[in-house]
């Protein structure tokens, strides 16, 4: 991949928006000015970096160390302010802006556990809340992120209505939505995808590290129209804190700092970040380290379980009046063990029986290297753009799968994956009824592998897309029309001599030939968002999407450990085509907050592997196929005011996924399962008993074994101490204090291995503003 012919093309495209920016006014004539300031209810002191939203405006603001905040350049209209901070129970207000005028309002913020949830993922006009989303939307913010500081994404997010988590132990882990997991689930940070290799197999993780995140945002259900067609089943978006503060100058530092551990896993980790503003500069930087070991379960500890991971990220951006600019890094190192992978590996190569002390292990070692761009120009003059923005991300991910043997390391097999992206995204200025944004997508790929488990020859992929979401709002709904058109190619080198040999009684295979693919589709969605009186809302969305097929479902051949199957791609896979349904009803009532979603997808084409009833090298073989499969469920989870501050949360989740031609259920599909959880608050602690339920999965594909149910007992206590300008908290939980023997039925080893067992873990954090 030519890096620098894409570096050209970014800072080229990002040169022509500043240069062709209207001259600046101090303020158009049809915007106004919103000003205010934000204090602590209970002592009335400032609240210093407060983030103020202006929904629906793409406006955003902090406050200063008096509280105080103003906020620009708003188009006239009628608009919601939100202010948040860690901590503090959201505060609205309704707000009309005029042309011309100065609107002030000032806010109260109170102590609370519970905060609203914000999306940047999914809105059409920048920042907006869960309820008004046309999506479904999971958000958890950093104090959230707190009280289940796991080892990876996918633990942070593991019990979540409509979230699963797929795993082959602890450190190769990836979120399951609504069913869709690999290729169907697209994994970001900061509104770009990873780069990472993780939705290729059942072995590969996520090397994110959940303690330097700001927010983690799921969207569930298609969201192909705003980011690509392996999206179709849903997104998960790490939000970093460079990222929320982005387009919201302030002045000073904002910083924080936390440490954890925990007993079952011997969890010890540590992180901590900066930002500093200065006017219209702001400059990052953070980083961190964790580690686990083997983790213990009730019926013994499983080797070779134990995981590592370092990352750091620095930057530097501009925000200025009519533009600004963001130039910023990150790396990641991590290694994680694979359980039993040392079995498979010695089985399938026909290697010698090795002594009876000498262990063999396989180990995973990855690293990631991140640069990104971001330049633009906002608060437009025009009547119909309020920004224009562009976006450069390169990432160079690779990573070794390592055969331990004898206390010496060799490197089995050797991935690469480099990838860039290059996005311009124009937002429309909010004129009457009508707001939006259309953008163009390009994102080139160059895969290699070598070594043992090098299933596929190197290739090219490319992605052009063209993207446009808009939503009209009338009195009590509004209407969102949205659609994407993509295309993907797959330029294939040859394949390298494969030393697949069959075994005695085997029938001997041919890898399939290669060639070049491209695939052409064209996704839309039609939504509705009625206002059911002033704290109701009923939200449906129709939706058709496409996926061009995955790399390794086109073109994998040989032993693949990491799904346990011998796999034979199909190079005449067709785009897969989605038509799917949600609806969801929504309250937030002084009392209950609440939202249930049901769903059902249709999908033609459906690539699957398909097990032959064969085997080779010592794994079950399977063939990429395609058919059509039908998913149907719901999610329901609710917070519900009792009395005295007691609040109850619950959550409920289930999908059923099957080939409509075999009524066949589809593999690893997660149970029934919901959450029951109190938080009881007593001064600055708050205790928080929980139970995590899961239904028996005895629909199972094929000789896919069945999994029985399980119930999980947790208990957490959190002390909180705030001030103005710093805040403090001390979080503590006991998991699984029952000790219950349970097996996660989307897990790759859960024939082999229980999950964790009884444990405590803790954790601290401080934040000065």
């Not at 055969?403 to 991935?415: A, D, H, K, M, S």
């Not at 073109?555 to 085509?577: K, M, Q, S, T």
């Not at 997660?670 to 629909?699: H, I, K, M, N, Y």
């Amino acid at each position: 991949m030519q890096v620098s012919r894409f570096v050209v093309c970014a800072l080229t495209a990002a040169v022509w928006l500043l240069g062709s920016a209207p001259p600046a006014a101090a303020q158009t004539p049809a915007n106004g000015v919103i000003s205010g300031r934000v204090t602590l209810a209970a002592s009335g002191d400032p609240a210093h970096a407060v983030t103020v939203v202006v929904v629906g405006a793409r406006r955003t603001a902090v406050t200063d160390d008096e509280g105080r905040f103003e906020i620009r350049d708003v188009p006239a209209g009628t608009y919601d302010v939100i202010v948040q901070r860690e901590y503090f129970a959201a505060a609205r207000q309704s707000v009309t802006v005029s042309a011309g005028q100065t609107v002030s309002v000032e806010f109260g913020l109170e102590l609370a556990a519970h905060q609203e949830a914000l999306t940047v993922t999914a809105s059409a006009s920048g920042t907006a809340t869960a309820f008004e989303s046309f999506s479904s939307v999971l958000s958890l913010d950093s104090t959230e992120l707190a009280k289940r500081r796991g080892a990876t994404l996918a633990d942070a997010l593991a019990g979540e209505p409509g979230v699963a988590m797929r795993t082959f132990g602890a450190g190769s882990a990836r979120p399951i939505i609504r069913g869709f997991d690999g290729d169907r689930v697209l994994i970001m940070q900061d509104g770009v995808r990873t780069g990472d290799l993780s939705s290729q197999s059942g072995d590969h993780g996520i090397t994110i590290d959940p303690a330097g995140l700001e927010r983690l945002e799921v969207v569930k259900g298609p969201a192909t129209l705003l980011y690509g067609s392996n999206a179709i089943g849903g997104v998960v978006n790490a939000v970093t804190p460079q990222d929320a503060f982005r387009t919201s100058p302030f002045t000073g530092y904002i910083g924080t700092a936390s440490f954890d551990a925990g007993s079952a896993n011997e969890q010890a980790g540590a992180n901590a970040q900066i930002q500093y503003g200065n006017g219209s500069w702001l400059v990052w930087a953070g980083g961190g380290s964790r580690r686990t070991g083997d983790f213990d379960t009730p019926q013994g500890t499983i080797a070779n379980s134990e995981t590592r991971l370092s990352n750091g990220r620095f930057g530097v951006g501009w925000l200025g009046q009519r533009a600004f600019f963001n130039l910023g890094g990150t790396f990641e190192d991590g290694r994680f063990g694979i359980p039993f992978a040392g079995e498979f590996h010695h089985h399938h190569e026909g290697e010698e029986e090795v002594e009876e002390d000498e262990e063999v292990a396989v180990d995973i070692a990855t690293d990631r290297r991140n640069a990104r761009v971001d330049a633009g120009i906002h608060n437009l003059a025009s009547v119909f753009i309020d920004t224009l923005k562009v976006t450069f991300d390169y990432t160079d991910y690779g990573h070794d799968e390592l055969e331990i043997e004898g206390g010496v390391e060799n490197v089995g097999t050797r991935f690469q994956n480099d990838t860039a992206t290059l996005r311009a995204e124009l937002e429309q200025k909010r004129r009457g009824r009508l707001s939006g944004r259309m953008g163009l997508e390009w994102f080139g790929r160059d895969f290699a592998a070598v070594g043992e488990e090098a299933l596929a020859p190197a290739t090219t992929q490319t992605a052009v897309a063209g993207f446009v979401y808009e939503e009209v709002a009338f009195d009590r709904f509004r209407l969102l029309f949205g659609g994407r058109v993509e295309r993907t190619a797959y330029d294939v080198s040859e394949r390298e001599e494969h030393e697949h040999e069959a075994e005695e009684g085997e029938e001997a295979h041919e890898p399939p030939p290669v060639r070049d693919r491209d695939f052409t589709g064209v996704s839309g969605s039609l939504g509705l968002h009625a206002d059911l009186g002033d704290r109701a809302a009923f939200v449906a969305n129709l939706t058709a999407a496409s996926r061009a097929p995955a790399l390794e479902e086109l073109y994998n051949f040989g032993p693949h450990v990491g799904n346990l199957a011998f796999e034979i791609g199909n190079p005449d896979l067709d785009l897969e085509r989605t038509v799917g349904l949600d609806v969801s009803l929504r309250t937030r009532a002084d009392r209950v907050q609440a939202e249930f979603s049901a769903f059902v997808y249709d999908i033609g084409n459906f690539v699957f592997l398909d097990f032959t009833g064969e085997e080779a090298d010592g794994l079950r073989e399977a063939e990429f196929l395609q058919g059509d499969s039908r998913f149907v469920g719901f999610e329901a989870s609710g917070r519900f005011d009792l009395q005295h501050g007691v609040h109850l949360h619950a959550g409920l989740s289930y999908v059923n996924a099957r080939l409509t031609g075999t009524d066949e259920a589809l593999p690893r599909i997660p149970p029934l399962s919901g959450s029951l959880e109190l938080e009881v608050p007593w001064g600055p602690v708050t205790f928080t008993p929980e139970v995590v339920f899961r239904a028996d999965q005895d629909d199972v594909f094929r000789d896919e074994t069945a999994t029985a149910g399980s119930a999980i007992l947790n208990l957490g206590v959190t002390w909180l101490l705030v001030r103005g300008h710093t805040s403090h908290a001390v979080t503590v939980q006991g998991y699984n204090l029952t000790d219950e023997t349970y097996r996660l039925h989307t897990s790759f080893i859960k024939d082999l291995a229980a999950e964790m067992g009884r444990g405590i873990r803790a954790s601290y954090t401080v934040r000065f503003f």
